[in-house]
């Protein structure tokens, strides 16, 4: 595995900044987030927040990705490519936004509930939200990565949900994608040490069955093998001597719902 990069606290403030943008960006979007909202007015809402605060949104032609953010509705895991579809009650809506500011990059996500949904869909969404707070309580000096990973399994199949295994969390900062790769399954205590500095992106995509997917037509699109709903949950953070320190949290949305313990 390549050497983890080590942020300075000048690289620090630089991805505050730039996750200040990206709390924005959601907040934004969040506002027009409703049935019959199409998922291409989701992007262009983004697209323009983004750019107003000086930034670029990160997923613009990453890799040869068409759209500037990710949207993916029920079945579909990550990588959905905003279009004409109009979102209905009863839909998951995942949201996946990176931002790139001065030269810094974050990444998030979030999983919404829209009008009418049913129970099962309701805790799958809590759980993926619960797991990812879970890996990032890990995010600490002394521990090691698949301790992040062992944290947001344990979280998702006590419930009955399972992890999707061939996608993952990362590092990020000057680059979208650096080292590690952060599974979200396997045993604790294996991996590089965790050490002051190292920023990742956590992130859970958790399925309500299997773990198994499967890439649509398109390139992009990943889904559940088994056509079953999923949820997305992913946040910024840098690895401290003390509590970790969650550059993407919005406290609005998470007041109340989550402490360090």
Known sequence: MSRIPIKTAEDVEGLRQSARLLVGT?????SI??????????????????????GEPAF??????????????????????????????????????????????????KTYTIGSVPEDKRILVETTKESVYRGIRQC?????????????????????FSVVRSLVGHGIGRALHEEPQIPNYG???????LKKGMVF???????????????????????????????????????????????TMDIEDNKGWYTYG
């Not at 090691?144 to 947001?152: E, G, L, T």
């Not at 649509?216 to 509590?243: N, Y």
């Open 60 to 109: 613009h032609k990453y890799q040869g990705y068409p759209a500037d953010i990710c949207v993916s509705i029920n079945e579909q895991v990550v990588h959905g490519i905003p279009g004409k579809r109009k979102i209905q009650s009863g839909d998951l809506v995942s949201l996946d936004i990176g931002v790139k500011l001065e030269g810094y990059f974050t990444d998030a996500a």
């Open 187 to 193: 045993p604790p205590h294996r991996g590089p040490m």
């Open 33 to 54: 987030l409703r049935i019959g909202t199409t998922t291409q007015e989701l992007n262009e809402c983004a697209r323009r927040t983004v750019q107003t605060g000086g």
């Open 201 to 247: 992106a956590v992130e859970a995509m958790v399925n309500m069955g299997l773990y198994q997917v499967q890439t649509l037509e398109d390139g992009w699109t990943i889904q559940t093998a088994d056509g079953l709903p999923s949820a997305h949950f992913e946040h910024t953070v840098v690895v401290t001597e003390g509590k970790p320190d969650v550059l």
């Open 140 to 160: 600490c000096v002394g521990k090691r990565v698949s301790d992040i990973s062992h944290a947001i399994q344990l979280c998702v199949e006590s419930k009955g």
């Open 26 to 30: 959601f907040r934004a979007v969040e």
